[in-house]
């Protein structure tokens, strides 16, 4: 009886949610180099239109039906490579990724926007492994000009459900007409894209209403995303688990949030508190 009712509930939770994906998660679960699926990847070419080629990550299960996407741009003149760490750990918690690279190095966040926007059209649209990807779910994320590039797209396309800037740097200091979540990471000691004049500017002016949160990295540099750090990798899955997911099991990591001496400070709208 007791097995009965928790296949029931189980069931009846699965019901509530199609998108939940994953087991419980857990904080070491999110702080493991990967998550709960085997992934795999191939390469996009450069011919294609609208960006600049790069690399998908994706889930080789096909048995939980079809997940979120994110696209994630590198910054100003950095490739892919440089935060590659984030495709597969990402893609291993149930999304399909595409790392881009830009048409040119040098491109400015309003064209990365729009070129994180061409990637997802791609993936949803031509890419392979679109038959595995829900076109209704999708998110963007990106580090120093390519963190901006999502500040921009997010707001150019307000049905994206999540955004994630990793040490954004934008010369528009003002988001009030976003209203995708987002989640901004930055860094401390950031002296390029500083947290005063970029990073909590953007928060601040992002209405409430869309939910959003700011995570500040202890000491970190501009260049924490560049090598695998641990509180980003949890928070951002975390984010998009709960956006493109919908799945409140992850409210536990966002609200109250991280804490430790790895984070100098941490704000939320706190979702469903």
């Not at 990365?112 to 890419?127: E, H, I, N, P, V």
Request: proline share 7%; aromatic share 8%.
């Amino acid at each position: 009886m007791v097995a009965g009712s928790l296949a029931g509930a189980t069931g009846a939770q699965a019901a509530a949610n199609p998108y939940e994906r994953g087991p419980a998660p857990t904080a070491a679960a999110l702080d493991a180099s990967r998550g709960p699926f085997a992934t795999s990847q191939q390469s996009v070419s450069s011919a294609v239109s609208g960006f600049g080629g790069g690399v998908i990550y994706y889930p080789t299960s096909t048995s939980e039906g079809t997940f979120g996407a994110v696209a994630i741009s590198p910054g100003y003149t950095a490739s892919w490579s440089s935060i590659s760490w984030l495709g597969p750990r990402i893609a291993s918690h149930g999304f399909v990724v595409i790392g881009i690279e830009t048409n040119s190095v040098l491109d400015q966040p309003g064209s990365r926007g729009d070129q994180l926007l061409a990637a997802l059209d791609y993936l949803t649209r031509s890419s392979s492994v679109r038959t595995r990807i829900d076109a209704s779910r999708l998110a963007v994320a990106g580090h120093s000009m390519g963190g901006g590039g999502s500040l921009e797209a997010a707001r150019d396309r307000p049905s994206l459900q999540a955004a994630v800037p990793l040490a954004p740097w934008n010369l528009t200091k003002s988001w009030s007409g976003l209203r995708v979540p987002t989640l901004i990471i930055g860094g401390e000691s950031d002296t390029i894209a500083s947290v005063s004049s970029h990073s909590i500017p953007f928060y601040n002016s992002i209405p409430a209403s869309a939910e959003k949160a700011y995570l500040e990295l202890n000491n970190a540099s501009h260049f924490f995303p560049q090598t695998t750090n641990t509180p980003t990798g949890r928070s951002a899955v975390a984010w998009l688990k709960r956006f493109v997911d919908d799945d409140t099991r992850y409210d536990q990591f966002i609200c109250p949030g991280p804490s430790g001496s790895a984070i100098s400070d941490y704000r939320s709208t706190c979702p469903l508190s």
